[in-house]
Nanobody, 124 residues
Framework: QVQLVESGGGLVQAGGSLRLSCAAS????????MGWFRQAPGKEREFVAA????????AYADSLKGRFTISRDNAKNTVYLQMDSLKPEDTAVYYC?????????????????WGQGTQVTVSS
């Protein structure tokens, strides 16, 4: 069992940056692939980024590549999402998720544990 708690969301102007953090409980954090998803009002939850247990492999939504960076610190049981050059369309609730699968998945079905989400609002 893994419990996930996101933090770092907030209100930022377009062009600004935010860094989200996701703290995980449990001693087996390093065994999980970790991902970030987001959900805007009236839209389905969508993939943002994911990182393998080792941190060697990462995947990004094509539309976000170059602006967002995922990383993890297994010693701190934490995964991060650095978001730069933010746009109003990045406004959403951002969710952290953990997957017991060995590969880096991009769909919600591939993730088994979810955090409660943190709101990110980008003003124009």
């Amino acid at each position: 069992q893994v419990q996930l708690v996101e933090s770092g969301g907030g209100l930022v102007q377009a062009g600004g940056s935010l860094r989200l953090s996701c703290a995980a409980s449990g001693r087996t954090f390093s065994r999980y692939t970790m991902g970030w998803f987001r959900q805007a009002p009236g839209k389905e939850r969508e993939f943002v980024a994911a990182i393998s247990w080792s941190g060697i492999s990462a995947a990004y939504a094509d539309s976000l590549k170059g602006r967002f960076t995922i990383s993890r610190d297994n010693a701190k049981n934490t995964v991060y999402l650095q978001m730069d050059s933010l746009k109003p369309e990045d406004t959403a609730v951002y969710y952290c998720a953990a997957s017991g699968l060995v590969y880096v998945g991009r769909t919600t079905d591939e993730y088994h544990y979810w955090g409660q989400g943190t709101q990110v609002t980008v003003s124009s």
